[in-house]
């Protein structure tokens, strides 16, 4: 059976259907070999025919280079304005992203691609406008040069020899949801060059004899044609795979490349990139840190080249080890990596043998399996950049000239000390002087520096030498021992020396390294334990601050937006133009501000504190140093930065599950409350309406009792309303008391003549002690407590069960107790008896539950206590206390 072969024209445009995002722009790329073959001219050819079919189309930059076919073609096309920026006295005009997102069109067109902005615009590469439109949903078309792509520059300054500044990441490719190569024959692009239809006729002989070189433009298109079949090839493997269609699949081939300070770096990155992406194959970009310091400038490039890696589509790891072999080795079969990338060693001979051969020598040797790609560098790059390009720079030389003096002034000193020994103690021999100048060599190498050591490692064998071995004062050695004595010595301080500075070196770093691990524990730690959201962002603000030596401003999220002020704690101060960059970051999700290409002219930098789920806030830092920071500090900080994030999302859930719990709890109320109110609204309604049914054409006797019956039914009806509203009044905090001196006997009075047809069946006792204070009191509130408690004694006590109710003063307080001589209550529900709509379980049916909840309520709110217990005799007791702190004021005589 034949093997399927899928039509090609029919998958790409299957391709296009299927990796339509909603939501999501599409990008189309014009490119060509060089400029001059027609990709502006043919963007805005197709764009006058999408525009004929009613697609809504604007030019959001085009240059025509004064071209009077291409300026043609314009007409008819809406042109958005573009904007103005004024740098250095000279006003620079840039496209202006935020009118074509405002405009908001179906396509957009974007001329030079890989053009880098004026300075003040808010991103410094144009590609970046067009990844912020793609992201908003708007389409784009856009053009480019082949020799714009960032992992095709190196052949392009081979081929050439220019070097191209604008380049774009090869990621923008892989955006790509369609590619038209615009293709001219070097012949022809040159005849066009002749006619002046590319350049001004002043600039056609240069670049005609440089550039446009017959030879430079066959290579070109090459690259073209095949940059253009890789692509189409991926696109067709990838929805091949999907489809499950036979035919070639993405390797099983991982690479990974050594990377450093050395500007050859930028090549190895950019070569492992192509070679990536020919075998379909994820890749890493590893920097192996090293006891050996790097100067600024070296930092600076490290970052740079490791944002290189990181911008091409690479995962960038950073290790620290000895042994930068091993420590490789050992990272590629931790992370399964099939193939090492390294640069070709430029030490001489003698220097491979001294260190046991080359980097390259040590990997072939321990690799195994792992294949080991040796990339050779430009040779027109200068001697100076190629030495140790895939290593670390060399040590840098932090030992002042006063250090020097302080080495040389410690031998001095324990020489001259050694002389005076000798002298007057002639039996030591200078044995015993030369271990003394080694104890000196390393104790500078301790606390001084490896170069100091070094030097004194010198000095001290030459006057070892000449001060202390016989013949003493010269520099000759009269017996072969001391010869070899004297060699042994000067190789073992030297050693000696420079493994001490090493140690010291590694004990730096090792610090340095526990710091930042220290520093993320206390985040993380201080973090979790905080008990709220002000603590966490207070300890986060702090952390941070104090790590990275910096001002720092939280905002965090507000609905939809972005709070217009930092959080309380922050230390940075945001005003309305940092703001406006913060909400960038918010809304794209990206960092911005200073360090970034993102309105890099911004004070501070704002990131983003993204997780899984969505954008909390943004994280404002302000670093008081002026320099860059190092790519650990970029990392660091990242990291810092996930950690604030998550922690923010976790008390976000928390707030949101305590609202949920609220929420669940207030409708569990709510159910109760309606099936209770519902069942004590139904037994006085159906009262009323039975009475009021049976008047008519009753005996006056009955009519007597039906009114009655009405009246109690009614107050019933009342209490439940007065007891609503009391508890929504002590729920919101909107109570308030109407103080007065009352006398509690006439309170208890008028109560007990409120529930007096409920106390016909239950024998009531009242015992009021003489000469009783007048008390400060709501008397209609507290009146209302009494009435309460009496309606709960009858309701739940069997008939005939006496009840109580006496008053008495007790310690600075009014002691009112209501007890009965009935069932009392289950000890288990002693604690709960007060709760909202909690009622004792095998009690009747009747109440709302609230009754006793809000006795208390209203008892705390004079500032008292409402308690029950059971009585030792039988029966509940409840007990209120009210304060008496003042004596009632003196009564007014009228005058007669």
């Not at 030297?494 to 090792?510: P, V």
Request: aromatic share 6%; proline share 5%.
């Amino acid at each position: 059976m034949d093997d399927y072969r899928p039509d090609p024209d029919a998958l790409l445009k299957a391709i296009q259907k299927d990796e339509a995002q909603q939501g999501h722009g599409k990008l189309k790329i014009f490119f060509g070999m060089s400029a001059g073959v027609g990709k502006t001219y043919t963007m805005l050819d197709t764009a006058q025919r999408l525009k004929e079919e009613g697609v809504d189309v604007v030019v959001g930059y085009v240059e025509t280079h004064k071209r009077a076919e291409t300026e043609a073609l314009l007409e008819g096309l809406e042109i958005i304005p573009r904007q103005k920026l004024e740098y250095r006295g000279t006003v620079l005009e840039e496209m202006d992203t935020d009118a074509i997102l405002r405009r908001n069109p179906q396509l957009v067109l974007v001329d030079e691609l890989a053009h880098t902005n004026a300075p003040g615009a808010r991103h410094t590469k144009r590609y970046q406008d067009v990844s912020e439109l793609l992201e908003a949903g708007i389409d784009v078309y856009t053009t480019i040069n082949v020799q714009h792509f960032e992992s095709r520059a190196d052949a392009v300054r081979q081929i050439t020899g220019i070097t191209i500044q604008e380049t774009v990441p090869d990621t923008v490719l892989d955006m790509a949801d369609a590619i038209e190569l615009i293709d001219l024959s070097p012949d022809d692009l040159r005849k066009r060059l002749a006619e002046g239809k590319v350049y001004t006729p002043e600039r056609i002989e240069v670049a005609s004899n440089s550039f446009f070189r017959t030879g430079n433009l066959t290579a070109l298109r090459e690259m073209a044609l095949r940059l253009t079949a890789e692509h189409v090839d991926h696109k067709l493997q990838d929805y091949m795979q999907v489809k499950s269609i036979a035919g070639p699949w993405k390797s099983g081939e991982r690479l990974m490349v050594a990377v450093g300070p050395s500007p050859f770096s930028e090549q190895l990155i950019r070569w492992t990139r192509r070679m990536a992406y020919n075998l379909e194959a994820p890749w890493l970009a590893v920097y192996v840190e090293t006891a050996n310091l790097l100067s600024p400038e070296a930092k600076e490039r490290l970052a740079q080249n490791l944002s290189m890696a990181r911008e091409l589509g690479g995962e960038v790891v950073m290790t620290s080890g000895s042994d930068i072999d091993q420590t490789l080795i050992r990272l590629a079969q931790q992370r399964n990596v099939t193939q090492i990338v390294v640069g070709k060693p430029q030490s001489s001979r003698l220097q491979r043998i001294m260190k046991g051969g080359s980097l390259v020598d040590k990997l072939v040797r321990s690799s195994g399996d792992i294949d080991i790609y040796v990339v050779t560098g430009d040779k027109s790059e200068p001697e100076a950049q190629n030495r140790s390009r895939f290593l670390p720079s060399q040590p840098v030389q932090h030992s002042s000239w006063k250090e020097y003096l302080a080495a040389i002034a410690v031998v001095a000193t324990i020489t001259g000390l050694d002389a005076l020994l000798l002298n007057s103690m002639p039996w030591v021999g200078y044995q015993a002087v030369g271990l003394t100048e080694l104890l000196a060599v390393l104790l500078i190498a301790v606390y001084i520096g490896r170069g100091p050591a070094l030097l004194a490692a010198a000095i001290s064998a030459v006057s070892w030498n000449y001060l202390f071995i016989e013949p003493r004062y010269t520099f000759e050695i009269s017996q072969v021992q001391d010869i070899i004595l004297f060699s042994l010595y000067f190789v073992i301080a030297i050693f000696a020396g420079n493994l001490t500075a090493r140690i010291r070196t590694q004990e730096r770093q090792s610090r340095y390294n526990a710091e930042r691990t220290t520093a993320l524990y206390a985040l993380a730690h201080e973090t979790a334990t905080a008990i709220n959201m002000d603590d966490v962002l207070k300890t986060a603000v702090a952390q941070i601050g104090r790590v990275f030596n910096a001002e720092v401003a939280i905002l965090l999220r507000h609905s939809e937006k972005l709070e217009t002020q930092p959080h309380p704690c922050s230390t940075l101060q945001v005003d309305q133009k940092e703001y406006s960059v913060a909400t960038w970051s918010f809304e794209n999700g990206k960092p911005a501000g200073r360090f970034t290409d993102t309105l890099p002219l911004a004070s501070a930098q704002y990131l983003p504190l993204l997780t899984p789920s969505r954008t909390v806030g943004v994280l404002g830092i302000r670093i008081r140093q002026s320099e860059h920071p190092s790519f650990d500090q970029e990392v660091l900080l990242e990291t810092f930065t996930h950690q604030v994030a998550l922690v923010i999302e976790r008390e976000l859930l928390d707030e949101a599950a305590e609202q949920s719990a609220m929420l669940h709890e207030s409708e569990r109320l709510f159910t109760t409350l309606l099936n209770s109110i519902s069942h004590e609204l139904r037994t006085p309604i159906a009262t009323i309406t039975g009475a009021a049914s049976s008047l008519q054409g009753a005996s006056e006797t009955a009519r007597n009792d039906l009114t009655q019956d009405i009246q109690d039914a009614a107050s019933r009806l009342n209490r439940l309303v007065e007891n609503l509203l009391d508890m929504s009044r002590l729920d919101s905090g909107r109570l308030k008391l109407k103080l007065d001196w009352c006398d509690i006997g006439e309170v208890i009075g008028v109560a007990v003549k409120q529930v007096e047809r409920g106390l016909s069946d239950h024998p009531l006792t009242l015992y009021i002690a003489p000469d009783l204070p007048l008390v400060q009191m709501d008397f209609v509130l507290m009146e209302q407590v009494l009435v309460n408690l009496l309606d709960n004694a009858c309701s739940y006590t069997p008939t005939g069960t006496q009840i109580q109710v006496t008053a008495t003063m007790g310690d600075q307080s009014l002691l009112i107790m209501v007890s009965d001589n009935g069932p009392g209550i289950p000890p288990a529900d002693l604690d709960r008896i007060f709760e909202k709509f909690y009622r004792v379980p095998g009690t009747g049916t009747g109440g709302t539950g609230l009754g006793l909840s809000i006795c208390r309520g209203l008892v705390e709110a004079h500032g008292g206590q409402l308690t029950v217990d059971n009585a030792p005799e039988g029966g509940a007791r409840f007990s209120i206390h009210l304060p008496v702190t003042a004596a009632p004021p003196p009564v007014k005589e009228a005058a007669l």
